[in-house]
T-cell receptor
Framework: AQRVTQPEKLLSVFKGAPVELKCNYS??????LFWYVQYSRQRLQLLLR??SRESIKGFTADLNKGETSFHLKKPFAQEEDSAMYYC?????????????FGKGTSLLVTP | NAGVTQTPKFQVLKTGQSMTLQCAQD?????MYWYRQDPGMGLRLIYY???????DKGEVPNGYNVSRLNKREFSLRLESAAPSQTSVYFC?????????????FGSGTRLTVV
């Protein structure tokens, strides 16, 4: 069965400190993983997708198939990074390729 | 460029009342989805529609029905609302045939059942 685990409900860091939001997955095939961000009471926005290997707003994420992880990292956190972050795994055809989300990590960046 | 539009944004229902949440997308996407978001639970899939004319159950379909009216519109109906259905509901769409596809989400409907 496919599953996404985000072990931290809340992560609090100081401005300028490095941040890492953890995501682990279980999937029998070749995974397609995403990070979504949700600012306070707004819609979810795509932050990163592993196939594009891009860096958005200073965030990066590397797929580690050996550790089945897709951790989100940023070297220097900013106050505007405070938000809810969701890791998501694309499902198979039996779920219409729906995204399967982790429970989310709330990131709080304090001055 | 509207993307995914959901109505209403807020709704309060009494237990047993019915209502329909509307969702429309203007990106010509084949697939549409309904999720509910609850604190500590993340987003859970209620129903999805892989293409016009088809609908299927997701992880938490009980108490809901859906209609894929056409390619643009995918509605979610609560026939007899219960307090357990108090949640934020998000509609999303995607073009699954595109290897670089992403999902586009609506702004959500905040539903309270009293």
């Amino acid at each position: 069965a496919q599953r996404v685990t985000q072990p931290e409900k809340l992560l609090s860091v100081f401005k300028g400190a490095p941040v890492e939001l953890k995501c682990n997955y279980s999937y029998s095939g070749s995974p397609e993983l995403f990070w979504y961000v949700q600012y306070s009471r707004q819609r979810l926005q795509l932050l990163l997708r592993h196939i594009s290997r891009e860096s958005i707003k200073g965030f990066t994420a590397d797929l580690n198939k050996g550790e089945t992880s897709f951790h989100l990292k940023k070297p220097f956190a900013q106050e505007e990074d405070s938000a809810m972050y969701y890791c998501a795994l694309k499902g198979g055809s039996n779920s219409g390729y729906a995204l399967n989300f982790g429970k989310g990590t709330s990131l709080l960046v304090t001055p | 460029n509207a993307g995914v539009t959901q109505t209403p944004k807020f709704q309060v229902l009494k237990t047993g009342q019915s209502m329909t949440l509307q969702c429309a997308q203007d990106m010509n996407h084949n697939s549409m989805y309904w999720y509910r978001q609850d604190p500590g639970m993340g987003l859970r899939l209620i129903y999805y529609s892989a293409s016009e004319g088809t609908t299927d159950k997701g992880e938490v379909p009980n108490g809901y029905n859906v209609s894929r009216l056409n390619k643009r519109e995918f509605s979610l109906r609560l026939e007899s609302a219960a307090p357990s259905q108090t949640s934020v509901y998000f509609c999303a769409s995607s073009e699954t045939g595109n290897p670089n596809y992403g999902y586009t989400f609506g702004s959500g409907t905040r539903l309270t059942v009293v």
